[in-house]
């Protein structure tokens, strides 16, 4: 599957519009993706950006869970109610929805930070630091990534 790499830095117009850099526009070309989908990301002070497959294959998992019960319900509202679809225009900007724009604090620019099936919109200094701090606590932790499975990269 394509990745989204790397960090890109856009300016944001007065009407919301900002456009999504290059690489990644190639990326969900490449992905055959139709509309991205936005979200508030629910612990951090940024945008969710996932292609609608991406998207879908997370909310698949809704379907392990009872249609009726809290836990259905409140993944749910976190999952839909607050997300929006988005495609690109001919020039490669997306609009951002004001209440998106409030929850990552964004003003004149923003940064489009990679990750991997996904990508997120951070106001500069916060994906900055964010990625800065990601780093320390993988180092801290000792993380690292998992061994593929048999046949796939190790």
Not at 35 to 45: A, G, M, Q, V, Y
Not at 52 to 77: E, G, K, N, Y
């Amino acid at each position: 599957m394509t990745q989204f790499y790397d960090t890109y830095t856009n300016r944001l117009d007065k009407k919301g519009r900002v456009s999504v850099p290059a690489p990644f526009r190639a990326a969900l070309e490449r992905m055959n993706a139709g509309d991205l989908i936005l979200s508030p990301n629910h612990k951090r002070p940024c945008i969710d950006a996932r292609p609608d497959l991406v998207f879908r294959q997370i909310a698949s998992a809704l379907d392990t869970l009872d249609v009726f019960s809290d836990d259905h319900d409140d993944l749910a509202a976190t999952l839909f109610a607050r997300s929006t679809s988005a495609m690109p225009d001919g020039e490669g900007r997306i609009m951002l929805p004001e209440r998106l724009i409030a929850h990552a604090g964004l003003s004149d620019l923003v940064s489009f930070v990679g990750m991997g099936n996904s990508f997120q919109l951070w106001r500069p200094d916060a994906g900055d630091e964010f990625v800065a701090d990601a780093r320390t606590r993988s180092l801290e932790r000792r993380l690292t990534v998992p061994r593929g499975r048999a046949g796939g990269p190790a």
